[in-house]
C-alpha cells in the first residue's frame, strides 16, 4: 500500500487541474490524509467537475499502483440459471424456473466441458455463479470443486456469492461458516462479489424483494474472510437507488474492510435495463446510467475506499471504451480475458463474451498505462511493458 506521504504529494499535484471548490476541499483533505466523510461522497457524485474528479482518483491510485494496471485470464463457468427468485428480482434478465424455457442446470461432464479451454494452461481462474437452484446443494458444488481441481489443478476458484453461500445453507440447514469450510475442503479458494446490488432495504424490496439482506451479505463475507477466504465486493447501481443509498452501501464495504481486511478489490456493476422488468420501466421513464455516472462511481469508490487496494472496472458491463478511459478515473484493475460470460449478457450486455489478451493489452497500452497479469491474490506474474517511476516532487 502507499504511504500517506506518497498519496498527499501526488494529490497536492493533481489540485491545479481541479475547478470546483468543493473537489477542491476534498483534494486538501487527501493532501492532509484526512479521511473522507459521507457528505464528501455526496459532492463527488453532485460535482461537474469530472475531469477534476478524476485527477484526485487517479492521483490516489498512481500513488497506489504506480502505472501499472492488471487483469487475470479468467474463465466465467454459470452451471445453472434456475433461481428460486425468478419472480421477484425484477432486474435479473437471466434466470428462469425450473420447467421454464431456457432453463438448465450442468451436469459435471457439461461443467468439465465448458472449463476444457483452461487445459492449455494459460487460464489461471475460474469464476463461478449461477441461480439459487433448489437443486443444487452442497454435493453439487463439492462435487465440481472437486472434480476442476483433479482435472486443472493449476487453476484458482473463485466462485459462489454471498447469495448463493446463504441460499446452500439454508436448503442443507447449515450455518454459513460450515458451508464455506465444505467448499473449501472441497477447492474453493477466494469468492466473488456479486449479489450485493444496492444493500438499501427500500432498494432491496423495490428491485430483489427476497434477496439476502445487506446486512447478511456482509455476514457472509465476515464469515469468509475470519476462515481466511479472501473476497471482491460490488455495488450495483443505476437504477432505482439514491446517493444516501450509494454512500451507505460505501460506507458498510469500508467499514467491515476496516474489521477484517479480506476485501480484495471493490467492483462497481452497472445496472443494464434491456431485458428485465425493472428496467423497462425506467426506460419508460427515461431513466438509464451512462458513461459520466460510470466513472464517477469508479472515482468516488477509489477515494472513499481508501482500505481498498484494488478497484476493478468491468468492461463487460461498461464497454471497453469506458473502462479504457476508467484507467485514468482510479481504476487499476480491469476484467481478465472471460470466457463465455452468460449473465450480463442475458439482461443486455453487448459487449464481447470474451477478450484477447492482445486486445486488453492494446486496451491498457492505449490508454498510456503498463499492463500486467495477475493471479487472484493480485500478486504480478508477468508485466508486459518496462515500468516508468511515479513522479512524486522532493
Known sequence: MASAGTIAALAELALPTVSDPALRRIGSKLVAGTRLDQADGHAMYRSHDLLGLGALADAVNRAKHGDVVTFASNQH??????CVLRTTCTFCGYARLPKEAGAYRYTLAQV?????????GLTREFHIVGGLDMQAGLAYYQEMFRALKSNFPHVHIKALTAVEIAHIARIE????????????????????????????AAVRDRIA?????????????????????RSNCTMLYGHVETLDDRMEHLQMLRDLQDETGGFLAYIPLAYH?????????????????????????LAVGRLFLDNFAHVKSHWIMVSQAVSQVALHFGVNDLEGTVVREK????????????????????LIRGAGKIPAERDSFYNILRTFDAAAPVPVPA
Do not use: C
Not at 449473465?343 to 492494446?362: E, K, N
Open 273 to 297: 435495463p434491456d431485458d428485465n422488468e425493472l428496467g423497462r420501466e425506467l426506460l419508460r421513464q427515461g431513466q438509464a446510467t451512462g458513461g459520466v455516472d460510470d466513472l464517477k462511481m
Open 173 to 200: 440447514k447449515m450455518s454459513w461458516t460450515d458451508v464455506l469450510i465444505a467448499l473449501r475442503e472441497a477447492g474453493l479458494d477466494t469468492m466473488p462479489g456479486g449479489g450485493a446490488e444496492t444493500f438499501s
Open 77 to 82: 463457468i454459470n452451471p445453472t440459471n434456475i
Open 112 to 120: 468439465l466441458g465448458e472449463a476444457s479451454n483452461a487445459a492449455d
Open 343 to 362: 449473465i450480463y449478457h442475458a439482461v443486455g450486455a453487448h459487449t464481447p463474451q470474451a477478450m484477447t489478451l492482445d486486445a486488453i493489452l492494446g
Open 209 to 229: 424483494g427476497k434477496k439476502l439482506a445487506g446486512a447478511d451479505y456482509i455476514g457472509v463475507h465476515r464469515a469468509a474472510h475470519a476462515l481466511g477466504i
